[in-house]
């Protein structure tokens, strides 16, 4: 059962250009929704992650939109750079108590932005 | 940087051999995950250790598969007999607390091919 869908699979921005990158879950219990970027040959680093008791988070040119009520949850990168280009990934996460935290993953966003 | 170290970076193998990768992750995390990540897809979760205890495995860990963490440190994952399915990255994450409320940290991976 896929439980975060991520979408679109590629994306091509320009220099300059606000990327956005979106993900839908099923599972209620999820309580944290982190976001890791993945560079070819490297592990997925944290790039921001939110919590559903607020609707966004901003972190430099990063920011998090939450819907708790759509159970969705998207990434926005504002004045994209190539050193954006990379693969992106969404993944929730229930409270630490139940399934010891264990983070299920969308299926990525390999994100292209030209100069 | 005393980041989650992870070795072998790569791993060739013929069908049917076993191996084993390493991992050492952040000093002082009680916390331990395997994911592994197929190419195009994102990471899934494989199993977690809590200190030296191995709390949760997935159903994708097939009886092939055993993973130790002597002594609450560095982890270890073994392959047996190894089948081309099990082509893929094979990652290591760590994190602090008691809750596993705290942010997952990776490392770079262990690639395996079987030839």
């Known amino acids: 059962q896929q439980q975060v869908k991520q979408s679109p699979q590629s994306l091509i921005v320009q220099k300059g250009g606000i990327s956005i990158i979106n993900c839908a879950y099923e599972?209620?219990?999820?309580?944290?929704f982190p976001w890791y970027q993945q560079f070819p040959g490297k592990g997925p680093a944290l790039l921001i992650a939110?919590?559903?008791?607020?609707s966004e988070k901003k972190e430099g040119r990063f920011t998090i939109s939450f819907n708790k009520s759509a159970k969705q949850f998207s990434l926005h990168i504002m004045d994209s750079q190539p050193g954006d280009s990379a693969t992106y990934f969404c993944?929730?996460?229930?409270?630490?108590?139940?399934?010891?935290?264990?983070?299920?993953f969308g299926q990525g966003t390999i994100l292209t932005v030209h100069p | 940087d005393t980041g989650v170290s992870q070795n072998p970076r790569h791993k060739i193998t013929k069908r049917g051999q076993n191996v084993t990768f390493r991992c050492d992750p952040i000093?002082?995390?009680?916390?331990l995950y395997w994911y592994r990540q197929t190419l195009g897809q994102g990471p899934e979760f494989l199993t977690y250790?809590?200190?030296?205890?191995?709390?949760?495995k997935s159903r994708l860990l097939s009886d092939r598969f055993s993973a130790e963490r002597p002594k609450g440190s560095f982890s270890t994952l073994e392959i047996q007999r190894t089948e081309q399915g099990d082509s893929a990255m094979y990652l290591c994450?760590?994190?602090?607390?008691?809750?596993?409320?705290?942010?997952?940290?990776f490392g770079d991976g262990t690639r395996l091919s079987i030839l």
């Open positions: 994450a760590s994190s602090s607390g008691a809750t596993g409320n705290q942010p997952q940290h």
């Open positions: 599972n209620t219990a999820f309580d944290y």
């Open positions: 939110i919590r559903p008791d607020v």
């Open positions: 993944a929730a996460r229930p409270p630490g108590g139940t399934s010891y935290g264990k983070l299920t």
């Open positions: 000093s002082e995390h009680n916390r």
């Open positions: 250790f809590q200190n030296e205890a191995q709390l949760e």
